[in-house]
Every structure is written in C-alpha cells, then in structure tokens.
C-alpha cells in the first residue's frame, strides 16, 4: 500500500485514466468487431459503412494516447485489406 501522500494521488490519478482509457479502447473494440462481422456475413455496403467507423474510432484512440498510432494503423490496414478482398469476391 501506498505511503506517500504523491504515492496516493498516483493512485487516484492512474485509476481515473485507466477508466478513461476503458471507455475508448472498448468503443473501437467493438466497432472493430462489428466490421469484422459484417465482412464474414458478406455485406459489401453494410461492411464498407462499418469499417468507416471502426476506423474513425481507432483514429480517436490512437489521437487520445489510448493505443498506439502504429497499433491503430495496423488494425485500420488489416480491415480495409478484408474490405477490399470482400468486394472483389462479390465482383
């Protein structure tokens, strides 16, 4: 436990960003899966709407400091490559 008064508002501190950190990182979280979902099931217009979101909502994570802007770009890259992929099928 912590002993120093600076010692206790970290404490305080880190846990009010941890739970600032949750809210955004569980956003892209599932913005992410639901364009992954979309993509399975085989809907071009449904999925390409989907991805746009995923993607503006890693952009607001990354631009927060929640994830990393490399870790953003990577999972933006690997959505719009299963986008792409999908919509040359269905051509």
Known sequence: MANTKSAK????SN?????????HRSKARTKVKAARVN???????????AVR???QALDQAASKGVIHKNNASRR????????????AEKK
Do not use: H
Request: charged fraction near 45%; glycine fraction near 2%.
């Open 76 to 87: 933006k890259s690997r959505l719009m490559k299963q986008l792409a992929q999908l919509e």
């Open 9 to 12: 508002k970290r404490i305080r």
């Open 39 to 49: 993509i399975e099931k085989g809907k071009p217009e449904k999925s390409a709407e």
């Open 15 to 23: 846990e009010r960003k941890r739970q600032y950190n949750l809210v």
């Open 53 to 55: 979101q995923a993607v």
